[in-house]
């Protein structure tokens, strides 16, 4: 069948930017999977999708005129309801026939080309069918409808189409669309051949708009679906494709550095770039440059509000500080650019005026003179203000700056948690949220503070996403702990828990940052003991919940060591004993992998679980064995070899040689097989029975210290 490929744009006024992205690639892959759905284009047809700030476009390779008639076979009804005793047709057949399309004139010939074929307990009638393939018009414009029903749109507009009402004489009416951005172009091309479909109030053809500003031609007559990208780029001005146009802002990025001299580097993060991306159409790199007085503002402040208010690309020198020379990027590329360099210098010069004088305002009063001010903060209704929460803060610090440091840590965490959130109250802050902690920090060392107690100020939000790093000193860990575990107890304690994917407090962020400090760190202190002790601190604002919580924490473990490479197996192993020292974990997780690949393994492990049924069924049991009841050779066998590998498995276990401890363990296979073969736990006689149970209680226990070995029972 002979294929052609397709090309579809919907031209419109400026799409989100942040958005852009996903937007045209919903479009393409939504449209080219109904099209592949309805036989129209071949399943390994490839897709290319388009998105500018105007428009989303998709290209489909070898899709068909018309989709090949497809065979179907559709079940009917069971025999015995389809056909009557003398096997002739029941008038409930021809209706369901008729239904279906077939010609019932001749019953008999219509009941003999029927199939019969066993359907569960019956035997049920089949009809074969010959099914049309669709054709392009009507297969594109369900495509193009559900591409549009699908896109993921932040936030929908409606607007209002002026129609004609259908009478003889033309009346003006009205009809209410409902899109993202007023839509004003529809392209769609088979090859060269415009398919007449319909979206949005408009009817598809062949033509478009390219630059605002920049187009050679207007409109942009598309000659063929091959031709789009580079007839958009010739006669348009536009880089159509997403990818491509990011690929040269990045490209001019790098090379206006450069040009500058060595050293200089562009600071461009991925959603900047993405932004940026989608919000021109042909990008144009220049160099701008502000006065260098405002380097006396901290560079943080700088970049801020250079990216975020403008979406400009600070550049920095080989050492990491903030130039005055910033880069931006524009849709336009007159020949004297001056002026819109110019424009941009002017522009961005209010906004660092504003970022010097909330610095110059800040650091006349002190951090400590604005602790009062947080108690006007509320934090949450049933749990205080910021004042209060720091108060808590302040309490959890000290107990655990004591147990890792003594006096000394403590002191230095109760001042750095007193002052954590004080830079809340600042204007710098009160203008750039995104900069609390970092001000602190700043202002902390303008008050004459030590760098030990500034630095912890900015890292208690450490680590504030995945990756992020850790605090960089034991005061900053003791207060992100502290300030962590008191959002973690208090939102437990009050039942405001995330739900779905629902987390307004980030208390899964915050389990994960918990998680990595005491592991990393190897932090020698309880998770179950941190979260207790955590909880007086609260008074009566709280029902304690610390057995959910600490719950949720090990699961957000789990989660992220599966993610690490972990099986599920070696996770549930280890994670199901909540060992309290988090730091153990890795190596506990070494030992469980390093036993699992010996060959007595799976045996051991089996035997685990079933002595682990045995001692459910069997209630409270002792682990104590009298010599005087051990009767069977295979008992007195394994009581044997107990005591000759438990004191070396638990001396390894001591001095956390996890690994050394199970491969000890090892050693009792033979005894175990030879043990489940020849004896009979639940004998008759009770003390019999409790001894047998006691010798396995111990064995249990002994094997259970590192991870729960049942769990890599298969």
Partial sequence: MTTENLLVELFVEELPPKALKKLGDAFAHVLADSLKAQGLAASDAVVTAFASPRRLGAHVTHVSRKAADKAVQQKLMPVAVGL??????????????????????????????????????????????????????????????????????????????????????FLPGWTSVHFVRPAHGLVALHGSTVVPVKALGLTAGNSTQGHRFEARISPVVIGHADAYAATLGHDGAVIASFDERRFSIVTQLANAAEQLGPGYQVLMD???????????????????????????????????????NQKYFPLIDAAGKLTHKFLVVSNINPA????????????????????????????????????????????????????????RVRAMAQAIGRQLGGDAL?????????????????DMVGEFPELQGIMGRYYALNDGLSAE?????????????????????????????????????????????????????????????????????????????LVADAAPVFGDKITPANAA??????????????????????????????????????????????????????????????????????????????LVLLQEPAEKALHAALQTVLPQAHSQFEAGDYTASLQTLAALRAPVDAFFDDVMVNAEQLDLRLNRQGLLKTLFVAMNRVADLSRLAA
Avoid: W
């Avoid at 096997?87 to 009941?111: E, F, R």
């Avoid at 260098?292 to 801020?304: D, H, K, T, Y």
């Avoid at 994670?575 to 045996?603: I, N, T």
């Fill in 549 to 626: 919580l600490t719950d949720f924490i090990y699961d957000r473990m789990a989660g992220s060591l599966r993610e690490q490479g972990y099986s599920a197996q070696e996770v549930d192993a280890v994670l199901a004993l909540q060992p309290q020292r988090l730091g153990d974990v890795s190596k506990r997780l070494a030992a469980v992998r390093a036993f699992a690949a010996l060959p007595e393994a799976p045996a051991l492990a089996a035997a685990n679980k079933r002595i682990g049924n045995i001692l459910k069924k069997a209630g409270e049991v002792d682990a104590h064995v009298s």
């Fill in 336 to 391: 004297d650019a001056s002026a819109v360099i110019g424009g941009n210098e002017r522009v961005v010069r209010p906004r660092l005026s504003d970022a010097k004088f909330f610095f110059d305002q800040d650091r006349k009063k002190t951090l400590a003179s604005r602790v009062d001010g947080l108690d006007k903060v509320v934090y949450h209704n049933k749990l205080g203000s910021q004042g209060e929460r720091i108060s």
């Fill in 270 to 308: 991925d959603d900047l770039l993405s932004e940026v991306t989608g919000l021109v159409e042909r990008p144009h790199v220049l160099v701008c440059s502000f006065e260098e007085e405002f380097l006396q503002v901290p560079q943080e402040c700088l970049i801020l509000t250079m990216k975020a």
């Fill in 84 to 169: 009557d005793a003398s096997g002739h047709a029941t008038p409930a057949l021809l209706k369901k026939l008729q239904a279906l399309g077939a010609d019932v004139s001749d019953p008999v010939a219509l009941v003999a080309a029927l199939k019969r074929a066993p359907d569960g307990k019956a035997e049920a009638l089949f009809f074969d069918s010959l099914v049309t393939g669709a054709g392009l018009d009507l297969g594109l414009q369900k495509a193009l409808d559900e591409a549009i029903a699908k896109l993921p749109i932040p936030k929908v507009m409606s607007y209002q189409l002026e129609t004609n009402c259908g009478m003889d004489n």
């Fill in 453 to 529: 107690v500034a630095d912890a100020i900015e890292d208690h939000y450490k680590p504030r996403f995945a990756g992020d790093d850790l605090p960089r000193n034991p005061v900053g860990l003791v207060v992100a702990l502290a300030d962590k575990l008191e959002t973690l107890v208090g939102m437990f304690g009050i039942g405001n828990l995330p739900t779905g994917d629902k987390d307004p407090f980030a208390l899964r962020r915050h389990a994960l940052g918990v998680i990595r400090m005491l592991v990393e760190n190897d932090v020698p202190l309880s998770l179950g003991a």
């Fill in 410 to 426: 403590a002191a230095q965490a109760d001042l750095a948690a007193q002052l954590a959130k004080t830079d809340l109250v600042t």
